[in-house]
């Protein structure tokens, strides 16, 4: 992040803080970074679940999906990958769950 990127963040989260906006809700300062950790360690199970045993299986990463989190915070949308056997079961956040 510039130096740029941070003042402009900055200036984002004071300004919703102090008008009583949600910082992690839909339009929130914080909702992309939420996101972004949210959709790294998605990434990371499914390195862990898509393994050698896996592969020998011909079962690889198959595109992307979306999901919509509703949570305490308010709803955003991650992406979500898929594997060609549909047979991965996220853990952080499953299938049909809320946060």
Do not use: Y
């Amino acid at each position: 992040m510039t130096k740029k990127e941070q003042t402009e963040f900055e200036k984002k989260v004071l300004e919703q803080f102090m008008s009583g906006k949600n910082l992690f809700g839909e339009g929130g300062a914080f909702a992309p970074i939420l996101k972004n950790v949210i959709e790294k360690a998605h990434e990371a199970e499914m390195d862990d679940h898509l393994d050698e045993g896996e592969r020998t299986k011909c079962n690889k990463s198959n595109g992307k999906g979306k999901k919509t989190l509703k949570s305490g915070f308010g709803t955003f949308d991650i992406d979500t990958l898929q594997d060609r056997q549909s047979n991965f079961e996220p853990e952080l956040v499953k299938k049909r769950q809320t946060i």
